[in-house]
């Protein structure tokens, strides 16, 4: 509730596909579906639409999504031990309205395609990475944790404007998951920048295609078959 109360950015979970055949799914920007073709009786002053407005054009989105949260609870209530019981992600909180609402989108994507297997927006959940800059401590925290379904977790951060201190984050997000690799016991992870939301997907399926997944550390690589 901090977050959707905080004014943060937030968008609900991103169909990735219909069956309209249009090119990107009809409710993916499902505000501009909203304020679209409003009338002079549907505005509130200062042009914004009317609460029964917002509810009448969002209903369609809203059962859908209930539809399928109903369809995969009730896998879970069914499921026997060993099973995955992983609930859906309802809600993804953004701090950029284009950057991450794409990159969301892309790993939505993936997860039907099989290629991810869970992820989170790595908001809240105290995950960060100190470093340094001019001798002054910071904590660094990527945007996104990605679960592959090789069993790789991904570091991802989503960035497309370099600042002073984007390469020293970079380099201490490195320096940690070789650190990870190298002691082992929380599985294999990597860390990826993505300077363009258009071609996560093509970066994290080469890490899904690849027959074996290679990290160098130090004098160690560490091999994880998918």
Request: contains cysteine.
């Amino acid at each position: 509730m901090d977050a959707i109360e905080s004014g943060i950015t937030k968008i609900p979970r991103l169909p990735a596909i219909d069956n309209t055949g249009r090119p990107d799914p009809k409710y993916f920007k499902l505000w501009e579906h909203i304020t679209r073709d409003l009338k002079a009786g549907e505005k509130l002053t200062g042009g914004k639409p009317k609460p029964e407005v917002v509810y009448r054009k969002a209903e369609d989105a809203l059962l859908t999504l209930a539809g399928e949260w109903k369809e995969r609870f009730d896998q879970i209530q069914g499921a026997h031990p060993g099973q995955d019981r992983t609930p859906p992600v309802m809600i993804i909180v953004c701090d950029t309205e284009a950057w991450e609402q794409s990159a969301a989108f892309q790993l939505e994507k993936l997860a039907q395609a099989g290629v991810v297997y869970c992820y989170a927006r790595n908001d809240r959940l105290e995950f960060n990475i100190p470093y340094e800059l001019y001798g002054v401590p910071h904590v660094y925290e990527p945007d996104f944790i990605v679960r592959l379904t090789n069993g790789v977790t991904i570091l991802l951060e989503v960035k497309g404007k370099s600042y002073d201190n984007t390469d020293v984050k970079h380099q201490a997000a490195r320096r940690w998951k070789d650190a990870v690799n190298h002691w082992g016991r929380l599985g294999c992870w990597d860390f990826l920048p993505c300077r363009d939301p258009q071609k996560l997907a093509e970066e994290l399926r080469k890490l899904i295609a690849a027959p074996e997944q290679r990290l160098a550390v130090g004098a160690n690589t560490l091999i994880v078959n998918p």
